[in-house]
Nanobody, 121 residues
Framework: QVQLVESGGGSVEAGGSLRLSCTVSTLIYNNCYMAWFRQAPGKEREVVGSIDLDGNVAYADSVKGRFTISKDNAKHTLYLQMDMLKPEDTAMYYC???????????????WGQGTQVTVSS
């Protein structure tokens, strides 16, 4: 069964930290590129960062130096550590996966249900 389940969202003050988790089904975890997306109200969805099958990561300029993507192979879990959070980071955050890296960025096949992150000033 294809499944991505996010957790860890919440409310935090500016400057604080949150860690999002995405538990991924085995079929997806072992065979897909994965990414974190976010979408704020009234704004387009954007890629926060991605990780390939070798563990190489890339980040959007807006989060470089503040967010870290990692994964735990034993737990089949993808993480997004968010530090120095800003009010503009407020959004619904989604983990996503695709067998093709170009498709991952443009429009992944597999999505989680999302978790809300709210950063107050």
């Amino acid at each position: 069964q294809v499944q991505l389940v996010e957790s860890g969202g919440g409310s935090v003050e500016a400057g604080g930290s949150l860690r999002l988790s995405c538990t991924v089904s085995t079929l997806i975890y072992n065979n897909c590129y994965m990414a974190w997306f976010r979408q704020a109200p009234g704004k387009e969805r954007e890629v926060v960062g991605s990780i390939d099958l070798d563990g190489n990561v890339a980040y959007a300029d807006s989060v470089k130096g503040r967010f870290t993507i990692s994964k735990d192979n034993a737990k089949h879990t993808l993480y997004l550590q968010m530090d120095m959070l800003k009010p503009e980071d407020t959004a619904m955050y989604y983990c996503a996966a695709d067998h093709n890296f170009r498709h991952l960025v443009a429009g992944p096949e597999y999505w989680g249900q999302g978790t809300q992150v709210t950063v107050s000033s």
